[in-house]
């Protein structure tokens, strides 16, 4: 933004026609990270069902598009052909405005996520502190939205909801303190010339503040399970719970006004994973490449993009994994997980940090020494995991197997008679009828 | 209701209305719940919705007639309805059915417990949030749904039963595809123990959740998995035998079997899974054992039961299944009346709720396995 409006002052064109064109590349600069998120919103959409789909051993939605990368547009035109209903109880403009401020709270976040180096539309001081302060809009937008539906269903879900952002938000908080401590500055991305969380980390993985020490690895945990719980989503979807409150506080929701809260959901995952992306995992930085080598060459600032999107991709698989795979907490156990556990440990990860940072002299042997110990054992923990993965993918087989009494491999079973030939049995069946 | 609070302002409880549209129920049906905030203080079930006169139709029915409707008690576990209706017919008319029959039956009859405890612990895990489970445990039940059409042709409801028997052999070609389905489902059900029964979150959501003891169980006249998931060890096909199974060797598996206490959510979870491991080793039992002979004992065209009463009982997938006929000796029945296992179920949640959260209402429910269509008939 300041270099965009710097440029225009050296046009010197006079205040006026400065003042309108700045307005009128905000505008563009908005709608264009607005259309961004949008369309990352909708990828994930995609994403997550051919995600479900091949965890549930189905093919998922492959029509549209190559993969059916498209799906998610055929879905937004068909939502916006619908009729915009509000139920006659409800709050009419309250109602109609709660999915606007669910949005605005979500995608005005993205103005201060880093896509790449310079790539972020507004790389404000006080980035992260902003991001934390405008997500917060959307609780308003949910609570109105299970107010003014005057639905019990919709109320229960907006108060549940609420109060499980505003409870994990403390956390959340706390541990995105540990690493506001570490690196001295709130924002998000920077430069050379004006360090910010990720131009002060390093390329590789033991310069990433997660492997700082045990405590940001433990901050990073923290807050990981903090913004899971904060985005709504399994285990901790309670506010939409299906088998429960029906729908949640979208129940009485239709057409576009649905549309917007379902893609803000999914760009707060994308939102969540940009964020624990920048603070903890080194962001864009390359491993190997100085800052001042990137900030010179476009090509090493799109390979930064690349590597940025890839990490925030990652983490966003983990939360889709997580949601085909956890059933959901209750809500006394969700409250006791966040005030019993989440809260004072992330007190304790806040005061190890100020400790260690108090006690080990930055940049000494001990201090890399911890750096590539914590390393060490973070990737362990991955390798340990995956290998486990494997293990169970291995044993239970992971094709989609429709031919199932063909399967079992001992007695006398011969599966081209069985009652209803399937899959390749069943073209076998028909090639030998036919 | 209202209770004035210290600012002066009024305390209600909500009353809300769950079902008869609601993603969880299972079926239709309708619960007034009374909560205060997250916590009921009762919820009382509402039933009737799916009533279609299945007694009453009955005595415009021959008794031949009328086997196809058993189906429609339950269409989860259609082959015990069937076996009830023909074993209390039966009895009215004196027919020793055929050891092939009677094996033919069990086999059907077991084969059926699997898949709908399929169903159920795919429910149970849906109701709780895990969507996954439900359909691989779908998937699973597939092989049988398969089976069970090879054998009569139908997937759902099956019309397999006739009254002195059954009305298709089986050939070894079936009993190979039979095997070959057990050799696969038996290592399924471990892998299941390992996705599903450990998964900590799970335990937690039905570990002491909506005890119900064992004196209320037997006050309430739960049966079957809920019963023996109470602490009491009662099981109609060893206690009251009928059939053939006499002639098998199985386990009734009674709570507490892993954790939690007697009665509890997680315990009912656990007697079913067990449940499905005892059906296999009876269908291994009635593999190596099954008779050569008839499969239909003589019985007329148009039975006229002679003047009288009878009740017979089976063990369904969901408790008792009853079957209670009265005669005139005509073509018809008198009267027919069902007894089954969700009734008294539906009848215990307004005892054990209150107390209970929504999320765990929606557990007992689930876990009871109440199906709308067997309560209403």
Same mark, same amino acid.
């Given at each position: 933004?300041?270099?965009?409006?710097?440029?225009?002052?050296?046009?010197?064109?006079?205040?006026?026609?400065?003042?309108?064109?700045?307005?009128?590349?905000?505008?563009?600069?908005?709608?264009?990270?607005?259309?961004?998120?949008?369309?990352?919103?909708?990828?994930?959409?995609?994403?997550?069902?051919?995600?479900?789909?091949?965890?549930?051993?189905?093919?998922?939605?492959?029509?549209?598009?190559?993969?059916?990368?498209?799906?998610?547009?055929?879905?937004?035109?068909?939502?916006?052909?619908?009729?915009?209903?509000?139920?006659?109880?409800?709050?009419?403009?309250?109602?109609?405005?709660?999915?606007?401020?669910?949005?605005?709270?979500?995608?005005?976040?993205?103005?201060?996520?880093?896509?790449?180096?310079?790539?972020?539309?507004?790389?404000?001081?006080?980035?992260?502190?902003?991001?934390?302060?405008?997500?917060?809009?959307?609780?308003?937008?949910?609570?109105?939205?299970?107010?003014?539906?005057?639905?019990?269903?919709?109320?229960?879900?907006?108060?549940?909801?609420?109060?499980?952002?505003?409870?994990?938000?403390?956390?959340?908080?706390?541990?995105?303190?540990?690493?506001?401590?570490?690196?001295?500055?709130?924002?998000?991305?920077?430069?050379?010339?004006?360090?910010?969380?990720?131009?002060?980390?390093?390329?590789?993985?033991?310069?990433?503040?997660?492997?700082?020490?045990?405590?940001?690895?433990?901050?990073?945990?923290?807050?990981?399970?903090?913004?899971?719980?904060?985005?709504?989503?399994?285990?901790?979807?309670?506010?939409?719970?299906?088998?429960?409150?029906?729908?949640?506080?979208?129940?009485?929701?239709?057409?576009?006004?649905?549309?917007?809260?379902?893609?803000?959901?999914?760009?707060?995952?994308?939102?969540?994973?940009?964020?624990?992306?920048?603070?903890?995992?080194?962001?864009?930085?390359?491993?190997?490449?100085?800052?001042?080598?990137?900030?010179?060459?476009?090509?090493?600032?799109?390979?930064?993009?690349?590597?940025?999107?890839?990490?925030?991709?990652?983490?966003?698989?983990?939360?889709?994994?997580?949601?085909?795979?956890?059933?959901?907490?209750?809500?006394?156990?969700?409250?006791?997980?966040?005030?019993?556990?989440?809260?004072?440990?992330?007190?304790?990860?806040?005061?190890?940090?100020?400790?260690?940072?108090?006690?080990?002299?930055?940049?000494?042997?001990?201090?890399?020494?911890?750096?590539?110990?914590?390393?060490?054992?973070?990737?362990?923990?991955?390798?340990?995991?995956?290998?486990?993965?494997?293990?169970?993918?291995?044993?239970?087989?992971?094709?989609?197997?429709?031919?199932?009494?063909?399967?079992?491999?001992?007695?006398?079973?011969?599966?081209?008679?069985?009652?209803?030939?399937?899959?390749?049995?069943?073209?076998?069946?028909?090639?030998?009828?036919? | 209701?209202?209770? !004035?609070?210290?600012?002066?302002?009024?305390?209600?409880?909500?009353? =809300? $209305?769950?079902?008869?549209? %609601?993603?969880? /129920?299972? +079926?239709?049906?309708?619960?007034?719940?009374?909560?205060?905030?997250?916590?009921?203080?009762?919820?009382?079930?509402?039933?009737?919705?799916?009533?279609?006169?299945?007694?009453?139709?009955?005595?415009?029915?021959?008794?031949?007639?009328?086997?196809?409707?058993?189906?429609?008690?339950?269409?989860?576990?259609?082959?015990?309805?069937?076996?009830?209706?023909?074993?209390?017919?039966?009895?009215?008319?004196?027919?020793?059915?055929? !050891?092939?029959?009677?094996?033919?039956?069990?086999?059907?009859?077991? =084969? $059926?417990?699997?898949?709908? %405890?399929?169903? /159920?612990? +795919?429910?149970?895990?849906?109701?709780?949030?895990?969507?996954?489970?439900?359909?691989?445990?779908?998937?699973?039940?597939?092989?049988?749904?398969?089976?069970?059409?090879?054998?009569?042709?139908?997937?759902?409801?099956?019309?397999?039963?006739?009254?002195?028997?059954?009305?298709?052999?089986?050939?070894?070609?079936?009993?190979?595809?039979?095997?070959?389905?057990?050799?696969?489902?038996?290592?399924?059900?471990?892998?299941?123990?390992?996705?599903?029964?450990?998964?900590?979150?799970?335990?937690?959501?039905?570990?002491?959740?909506?005890?119900?003891?064992?004196?209320?169980?037997?006050?309430?006249?739960?049966?079957?998995?809920?019963?023996?998931?109470?602490?009491?060890?009662?099981?109609?096909?060893?206690?009251?035998?009928?059939?053939?199974?006499?002639?098998?060797?199985?386990?009734?598996?009674?709570?507490?079997?892993?954790?939690?206490?007697?009665?509890?959510?997680?315990?009912?979870?656990?007697?079913?899974?067990?449940?499905?491991?005892?059906?296999?080793?009876?269908?291994?039992?009635?593999?190596?054992?099954?008779?050569?002979?008839?499969?239909?004992?003589?019985?007329?065209?148009?039975?006229?039961?002679?003047?009288?009463?009878?009740?017979?009982?089976?063990?369904?997938?969901?408790?008792?299944?009853?079957?209670?006929?009265?005669?005139?000796?005509?073509?018809?029945?008198?009267?027919?009346?069902?007894?089954?296992?969700?009734?008294?179920?539906?009848?215990?949640?307004?005892?054990?709720?209150?107390?209970?959260?929504?999320?765990?209402?929606?557990?007992?429910?689930?876990?009871?396995?109440?199906?709308?269509?067997?309560?209403?008939?």
């Amino acid at each position: 933004m300041e270099f965009i409006y710097n440029y225009l002052s050296s046009l010197e064109l006079g205040p006026w026609a400065t003042n309108i064109l700045f307005v009128i590349a905000l505008l563009v600069v908005s709608a264009a990270v607005f259309l961004v998120a949008l369309t990352i919103a909708g990828f994930l959409v995609v994403v997550e069902r051919r995600v479900a789909g091949r965890v549930q051993s189905r093919i998922g939605p492959n029509r549209v598009g190559p993969f059916g990368v498209l799906q998610w547009l055929a879905d937004g035109i068909k939502l916006f052909m619908k009729e915009d209903l509000v139920p006659a109880q409800a709050d009419g403009p309250l109602f109609r405005l709660a999915p606007y401020l669910v949005m605005v709270g979500v995608f005005a976040a993205f103005a201060s996520v880093p896509f790449g180096m310079l790539l972020i539309a507004s790389d404000l001081n006080v980035g992260i502190l902003y991001i934390l302060a405008i997500t917060s809009v959307a609780t308003v937008g949910i609570l109105m939205s299970g107010w003014a539906s005057n639905n019990k269903w919709s109320l229960l879900g907006g108060i549940r909801s609420t109060a499980q952002i505003v409870s994990y938000e403390v956390p959340a908080a706390l541990s995105v303190l540990s690493v506001v401590l570490i690196a001295g500055t709130l924002q998000m991305s920077g430069t050379a010339s004006s360090p910010g969380i990720i131009s002060l980390q390093g390329g590789w993985p033991w310069d990433w503040y997660a492997f700082y020490n045990p405590f940001s690895l433990t901050a990073f945990a923290i807050y990981f399970t903090s913004a899971v719980a904060e985005g709504n989503r399994t285990p901790f979807d309670l506010p939409e719970a299906e088998s429960e409150l029906v729908a949640g506080f979208n129940t009485e929701y239709s057409g576009m006004r649905f549309a917007g809260f379902f893609l803000a959901e999914f760009a707060n995952v994308y939102l969540m994973s940009a964020i624990a992306t920048t603070l903890f995992f080194g962001g864009w930085q390359i491993p190997g490449v100085s800052l001042a080598a990137q900030a010179a060459s476009f090509w090493l600032r799109l390979v930064g993009l690349g590597i940025f999107v890839g990490k925030a991709a990652v983490l966003c698989f983990v939360v889709v994994w997580f949601r085909w795979t956890f059933p959901r907490l209750r809500v006394d156990q969700l409250m006791s997980l966040c005030y019993r556990y989440l809260v004072p440990i992330a007190f304790v990860c806040l005061a190890g940090n100020a400790v260690y940072l108090l006690v080990i002299p930055a940049g000494s042997e001990l201090d890399n020494l911890i750096h590539w110990v914590t390393a060490g054992a973070g990737g362990l923990l991955v390798l340990v995991l995956l290998w486990r993965v494997r293990f169970h993918i291995k044993r239970s087989g992971d094709r989609i197997n429709l031919d199932l009494l063909a399967r079992g491999e001992k007695g006398s079973f011969d599966p081209t008679v069985q009652a209803r030939p399937y899959g390749k049995f069943r073209r076998q069946h028909n090639k030998e009828s036919a | 209701m209202s209770e !004035p609070t210290q600012a002066g302002a009024q305390r209600e409880e909500i009353v =809300l $209305n769950m079902g008869p549209h %609601h993603p969880s /129920t299972h +079926g239709v049906l309708r619960f007034v719940v009374h909560t205060d905030g997250e916590i009921m203080r009762k919820a009382v079930p509402e039933v009737g919705y799916l009533h279609r006169g299945l007694e009453k139709l009955a005595e415009t029915q021959t008794y031949a007639g009328y086997m196809p409707f058993t189906d429609r008690v339950n269409y989860l576990e259609a082959m015990f309805a069937e076996q009830a209706y023909a074993m209390a017919v039966e009895a009215l008319l004196a027919t020793e059915v055929p !050891p092939r029959a009677e094996f033919l039956r069990t086999i059907a009859c077991e =084969l $059926n417990r699997i898949a709908n %405890h399929h169903v /159920t612990l +795919g429910c149970i895990t849906m109701d709780l949030g895990a969507y996954t489970p439900f359909v691989y445990l779908l998937r699973e039940r597939e092989g049988i749904n398969d089976l069970i059409e090879a054998l009569c042709g139908n997937r759902i409801t099956h019309n397999y039963l006739r009254i002195g028997g059954v009305s298709y052999d089986v050939d070894d070609k079936w009993l190979g595809q039979l095997e070959s389905y057990l050799n696969h489902f038996e290592p399924i059900i471990d892998e299941l123990v390992a996705l599903i029964v450990g998964n900590e979150i799970l335990i937690k959501r039905m570990e002491d959740v909506a005890v119900i003891s064992r004196e209320d169980a037997v006050a309430w006249g739960l049966t079957g998995p809920n019963l023996r998931a109470s602490g009491q060890d009662w099981d109609v096909r060893r206690d009251i035998p009928y059939g053939a199974y006499p002639q098998f060797e199985f386990d009734v598996p009674v709570g507490p079997l892993g954790r939690g206490q007697a009665g509890d959510c997680n315990q009912r979870f656990l007697v079913r899974v067990e449940e499905m491991r005892q059906s296999c080793r009876i269908l291994r039992q009635c593999l190596a054992k099954l008779p050569e002979g008839d499969i239909k004992a003589k019985v007329p065209k148009m039975i006229k039961a002679p003047k009288g009463e009878s009740y017979a009982s089976v063990e369904g997938a969901r408790g008792e299944m009853g079957c209670y006929l009265v005669s005139d000796g005509g073509k018809n029945p008198y009267r027919l009346k069902w007894r089954t296992g969700s009734f008294s179920a539906m009848s215990i949640i307004e005892h054990t709720s209150p107390g209970l959260m929504i999320a765990d209402l929606v557990a007992l429910v689930a876990t009871l396995d109440v199906i709308a269509p067997e309560c209403d008939r």
